[in-house]
């Protein structure tokens, strides 16, 4: 069966510091991959989408970057955090065309930035 | 761009009873994927139930079944013989048949279970 993990779990960060979250899928090959950030009490904004190592998909521009560097392996980071980068961030993974269309979570990761 | 609607910003039910949660959004795709996703307080997303646009036949996973009508483009989630385990978050979400499956989520309804 499949496993999705992402850690840390939680995560406090200064202002201005660096930030690296890992994201990392068990049990299939070639999945979709998705980070997610969900503000306190809001619904869920796509962050970057990956169909495969090294491709990238930005849908928000902003403070944060995501990486690619192994088929089931994600990563989203910054060079410098912002106050407003503080939220809950979720993986997800999903089959590519043709699967059920359905995508699967992690269990997310608490940042707060002070 | 599709749009996912979801007009009850608060829900509650007394255990045991059904509760249905509303939906609605705008495409104007003919295939796609409609999902109900959960939010616990310990903020695992957990999907509920999924719901294929090319079927007619409403999904049904043990006490959670969907209300699909696809003309009104409507999808609400019925939830019978509720119980404290439902208190969460849930989430409306549209997914498009495509290369990479991107889904849009709904602002979400908070339901509470009531003893």
Redesign the interface.
Known sequence: SQTIHQWPATLVQPVGSPLSLECTVEGTSNP?LYWYR?AAG???Q?LF?S?GIGQI?SEVPQNLSASRPQDRQFILSSKKLLLSDSG?Y?C?W????G???????G??T?LLVL | AQTVTQSQPEMSVQEAETVTLSCTYDTSENN??L?W?KQPP??????VI?Q?AYKQQNATENRFSVNFQKAAKSFSLKISDSQLGDTAMY?CAF?R???????I????TSLSVIP
Request: net charge positive; hydrophobic share 30%; proline share 6%.
């Open positions: 979709n969900q809001r619904g869920l796509l989408y169909v998909s809950f979720l997800a999903g089959l590519g065309s699967g059920p269309g359905t995508q699967y979570f269990p997310g608490r | 796609y994927y999902f996703y310990s903020r695992q997303m957990i999907l999924r294929e989430f997914g048949q495509t290369s990479y499956d991107k889904v989520f709904g602002p979400g």
